[in-house]
């Protein structure tokens, strides 16, 4: 059967294919497709995540593990660290110092622990940093702000900043940036809150800032002691700011009871309220008129260690998988201890290898990589940035000074940074902008620019220059100065600048801009993007002057209606179908975010650098193929990477469907399960390509195998057609016929199926446009009928034939043709060019249809057997015509004795004609074509009637001759 042994070659080569392709891997790599059940069954790597993860601090301590343990499943799924997975284990130290050593002897004392991610306060890092030392154990904290934990201690680091750091900026920025000359502190009597009062209090005084009130704060303060410190802050109205060095449940009553008593001084607020839900709550008792009532921490000055808007393209992704994972929005801790544990890791990645029968020297090499991460050069790309430690083992962090506003903290218009960088403070003094010289420091002010886009209409996408056009508002809102003429869309096909703006004003000292931008842009495809059938769309910006030391974009999340989140602006996009339906592109997601990219100073020698960081807003549109195919459906159900269990099982299921048994008795199901296990393979095989070569070839190599591959996908539904049509429709075709369907039929439905899927083929894969594949198709069509127009006469012919159907398969016809006499025989076969009759002669004749066509053809097989044959006979005038048809039926009937003629059928001889040398008559007769020739039936007929007629002295009719007049010659 030709079509079975096309599918066992198929899946035989296929088989073969793949096995090579495994093997060769496995030669070339342990790792190879099967890295991953390797990682996961070697030796874990062990690190320790110590926080509180019982009591009021759970939620902290919680959310930090699920920050760490986002990291380390990713790690895992990539194949682990060196072969070994990586496995978090908690310890509760309930934020206690008394618990914290505790924990920190089980960890020093641990045979496997390689490092520690933690603690969560600062009380509880001091007390087990001793520990730590003494067992050279290495020790990463997400959120102890304290210096003491880190100094003198080259155990500890640290991924954020330090009080003194804070305490530092928030005094500048008040002095510097608000222009305050005055303020009140109120904080807490514990060690956070002293160690940053304390070096708040010696900055201040350093800067000209004056303390008028320090009010202290019992731990768990009355309602009394809040009253009282809010009636003392309320009777001086010299104060122009008031430091709260506060935990949330402490800060809300004060807050409130200041706002109550109309107190105009600017609130500020130091890291520990940033914590998520504390910029969001109400107040507990609005104004009868507010509906809703506002939110009692508007208007609020916070120290961040993150914000939203801020985020960058890797944070942005962490804040989407914890949430769809979780089901809650993380804070702030759980971002920083993604960074924790990064960090160890990447020092474990830096390794030569890892050897975890050798904990104490593997603790120590961790250590050492931690401390040689010292530069931007040898940093670990974070959710924050790059990460790289100082000597006393802090990350060089920025500190964000967030506004509260409407239950959300954004990032305030304008930021304050430490300059770290000794070579760029003679650059910027010779600028001469956004540099505060306070004696021992120097200081930068950062602009932020809130940046909006609102997408009208994306279209003209095209595939192939892989460009499209956008039509979009944008808008700025910012304090100060910005010279928009100076953005520049690096992206962009040509130059494209923004134009006066569409709307500008300033209201509260904030300036406002929005402009009217239409363009085309490139877009560039990654090796991924191609497998899944997805591109992105992207628009970005950046200041062509403003590097990121004093200009920073940031999202303007909230008059952009993304207050819940980024990621709801896709379904926005959708809503107002920003993507025409028509366009064959759907928009799956669509971001806004900014990232900090380096950019050549292109030899300035006013830079001392090569490179200089640049703030770039992106908003980017993810598209996808809009098809309906059935690659896209199996995604669905079987895994996206290549699996032996899966191709083994539908190879046994492929193998199965060929038993003779079951195609016998189950002819259509088993044609069903056979072309499902057919597509179910390829897509492996697919996935299987992909994983081996995806990351290895170019972009164009890449799209020539998924051409090849879409190519396969559109072929097949071709073969499940060809191969569904024998059960579904010739066989019900030949048992209500009971003749066998003609080969040129099935030929020709079989090339009208291949026919359509090539032409899908050049006008979905391939891209090309119909009308050319039609012009194309008819210019061929006229030189191949010109050349074959013999071949195709017949193949016409013959189409013709089967749809008329004078005659099938198996039926005895004759055919008298003018120029080759006439042939009799049984049709043995009629295919696209040529009808087959086999002959009583034992010979198989050949007659090409075009002959057929123009031909009388005789069915002696329809409607009914038998047939009748009518046999010529002239006698003469004399003899009478009721003698002469007795004789000639006597005579035929004597041929039955001889079996050309069948008795039980009427034989009969009637006056067919008068000739004019005779009476005509027709001898009638029946015979079975099958058995009998026609030939044979005259051959007995005609002997019985010259044997009768000679016996009754009868004479058949002579024509008369011509007479022919001679003319005499002499």
């Known amino acids: ?74 790690i895992n799924a990539e194949g682990g660290i060196h072969g070994h997975p990586l496995v978090l284990q908690p310890f509760d130290d309930r934020r206690n110092a008394e618990q914290a050593e505790k924990v920190a002897e089980q960890i020093g004392t641990s045979k496997d622990i390689v490092a520690v991610i933690g603690h969560g306060s600062s009380t509880a890092s001091r007390a087990a940093g001793n520990l730590y030392r003494l067992y050279k154990v290495p020790a990463v904290t997400p959120t102890s702000t304290n210096p003491n934990v880190t100094l003198f201690n080259p155990w500890y680091f640290r991924v954020i900043f330090n009080d003194d750091l804070q305490a530092n900026i928030l005094a500048h920025y008040i002095r510097s940036v608000l222009n ?54 309320a009777a001086d109205g010299k104060t122009q700011a008031i430091l709260l060095i506060l935990r949330p449940p402490q800060a809300k009553p004060l807050v ?78 759980a971002i920083y201890a993604y960074d924790s544990a990064l960090a160890i890791a990447e020092a474990l990645r830096r390794l030569p290898s890892v050897d975890l029968d050798d904990v104490p020297g593997l603790r120590n090499a961790v250590r050492e990589q931690l401390a040689v991460m010292n530069t931007p050069a040898r940093a670990v790309s974070s959710l924050m940035g790059p990460l790289y430690f100082d000597a006393e083992g802090d990350a060089i962090r920025p500190i964000y000074i967030a506004r509260a506003k409407d239950g959300h903290i954004t990032p305030a218009t304008r930021q304050l940074r430490l300059v770290k960088d000794p070579e760029l403070i003679s650059t910027l003094r010779a600028q001469g902008e956004n540099i505060i010289d306070l004696g021992n420091s120097l200081l930068q002010i950062v602009q932020v620019v809130y940046t909006g886009i609102h997408l009208n209409k994306l279209h003209a996408i095209d595939e192939k220059a892989r460009t499209f056009q956008a039509d979009f508002d944008l808008w700025f809102r910012f304090s100060g100065e910005l010279d928009t003429e100076n953005i520049v869309f690096p992206n962009a096909v040509t130059l494209l600048r923004l134009a006066k703006p569409l709307v500008a004003r300033e209201l509260l000292g904030e300036q406002y801009r929005a402009f009217r931008v239409q363009g085309t842009f490139r877009y560039t495809t990654t090796h991924r993007n191609l497998i899944d059938g997805n591109e992105d769309f992207m628009i970005q910006f950046r200041h062509a002057h403003l590097d990121h030391s004093r200009l920073v974009f940031v999202t303007d999340s909230r008059n952009m209606g993304l207050s819940e989140g980024r990621s709801g602006w896709g379904r926005i996009l959708r809503a107002e179908q920003v993507l025409a339906a028509d366009s064959g592109w759907v928009i799956r997601d669509a971001t806004v975010y900014q990232e ?43 895994p996206d990477r290549f699996s032996w269990p899966w191709f083994l099982f539908f190879g046994a299921l492929f193998l199965i469907t060929w038993t003779p048994w079951l195609q016998h008795r189950y ?17 492996l095989l697919e996935n299987l390509f992909n994983a081996l070569y995806a990351e290895r070839l170019e972009l164009y190599q890449l799209e020539l195998m998924l051409l090849f591959f879409k190519s396969l996908w559109w072929l097949l539904p071709a073969l499940f057609v060809v191969a569904l049509l024998p059960p579904l429709v010739w066989r019900p075709i030949e048992r209500r016929t009971r003749y066998p369907v003609p080969n040129v039929a099935r030929t020709f439905v079989n090339l009208v199926v291949f026919g359509v899927a090539g032409v899908c083929i050049l006008a979905f894969v391939f891209e090309r446009p119909l009308t050319t594949i039609l012009a194309a198709s008819g210019l061929l069509t006229l030189i191949l009928g010109i050349a074959l127009q013999n071949l195709i006469l017949d193949a016409f012919s013959g189409l013709v034939l089967n749809l008329e159907q004078p005659f099938a398969l198996s039926q005895w016809i004759g055919i008298a043709t003018r120029w080759h006499g006439r042939q009799f025989g049984r049709v043995e076969e009629l295919n696209w060019r040529t009808t087959r009759l086999w002959t009583r002669d034992n010979n198989l004749v050949v007659i090409p249809n075009s002959i057929i066509s123009n031909a009388a053809i005789t069915n002696y097989s329809r409607p009914t057997y038998p047939s009748r044959m009518e046999i010529p006979v002239v006698l003469e005038f004399s003899v009478p015509v009721e003698r002469a048809q007795q004789v000639l039926e006597e005579s035929a009937r004597q041929a039955v004795m001889t079996g050309a003629v069948l008795g039980e059928q009427p034989i009969r001889a009637v006056v067919d004609t008068l000739e004019s040398y005779g009476v005509r008559y027709k001898i009638q007769v029946y015979h079975h074509p099958e058995i009998v020739s026609p030939e044979v039936v005259k051959t007995a007929v005609n002997r019985a009637v010259m044997t009768r007629l000679q016996t009754e002295g009868l004479k058949v009719a002579v024509p008369l001759e011509p007479l022919v007049i001679r003319r005499r010659t002499d």
């Open 180 to 233: 305050d000359s005055s303020i009140a502190v109120v904080h807490l009597e514990d060690l956070y809150a002293t160690t940053l009062n304390r070096t708040f209090t010696l900055t201040a005084d350093a800067i000209g800032l004056r303390i008028r009130h320090q009010i202290a704060l019992p731990s768990q303060p009355s309602p009394e002691d809040i009253e009282t410190a809010a009636t003392l802050l």
């Open 1 to 74: 059967m030709p079509r079975k042994t096309l599918f066992v070659a198929v899946f035989a080569a296929m088989f073969v294919l793949v096995v090579a392709l495994l093997l060769w891997r496995f030669s070339a790599s342990l790792a190879g497709l099967s890295s991953r059940q390797v990682s996961l069954e070697a030796e874990p790597i062990r690190i320790a995540v110590a926080n509180a993860f019982s009591g009021p601090n759970a939620p902290s301590g919680i959310a930090m593990l699920r920050g760490a343990q986002l990291l380390a499943d990713k």
């Open 596 to 638: 900090i990219h380096n950019r050549s100073t292109l030899g300035d020698p006013l830079f001392p650098m090569i490179a200089l960081p640049y703030s770039y807003f992106y908003a980017n549109i993810q598209g996808h193929h809009g098809e309906v195919s059935l690659q896209r459906q199996l995604a669905r159900f079987l």
């Open 256 to 333: 409130q009871a200041l706002r109550k008593r109309g107190v105009k001084a600017q609130l500020l607020g130091t890291d520990s309220l940033a914590l998520a839900g504390f910029a969001a709550e109400q107040d507990e008792a609005p104004m009868a008129d507010l509906d809703p009532p506002p939110h009692f921490t508007d208007g609020m000055y916070i120290a961040a260690p993150f914000i939203p808007d801020t985020a960058t393209a890797a944070a942005r992704q962490f804040l989407d998988d914890y949430a769809a994972i979780y089901r809650e929005d993380p804070i702030w801790s």
């Open 667 to 683: 002819p259509v199901p088993m044609a069903l399960v056979r072309l499902v296990a057919s597509a179910c393979l390829l897509y």
